[in-house]
């Protein structure tokens, strides 16, 4: 059974739209309905090909959840250690 909830902002209040889901195969990040990062419980990670760098809000909260900048995901994904995939295959 997932486990939903909101990210919490530098307040300390939870942020309206922006999602931690929790599965017993790792977290989801999704900001409203778009899944947009996936790390597995290994430490994987997957990042929604199509939306991962959507647009400046999601991308402060996604590096939040991944406790990463751009630059240091863009040599992630360049050096293989994190993959783009379709996270929102379904939803399309």
Not at 21 to 33: K, P, W
Not at 55 to 70: C, D, E, P
Request: net charge positive; glycine share 8%.
């Amino acid at each position: 059974m997932a486990k939903v909830r909101n990210i919490v902002g530098r307040t300390g209040r939870p942020v309206v739209n922006q999602f931690i889901i929790t599965t017993a195969d790792g977290e989801y990040f999704q900001s409203y309905e778009t899944v947009i990062a996936f790390r597995e419980i290994s430490g994987k990670v997957w990042l929604d090909c199509e939306r991962w760098n959507y647009s400046h809000t999601t991308a402060k909260y996604r590096n939040g959840f991944l406790g990463m900048n751009k630059a240091q995901i863009e040599k992630a994904i360049d050096a293989g250690e994190i993959k783009l995939t379709n996270l929102n295959r379904e939803r399309q």
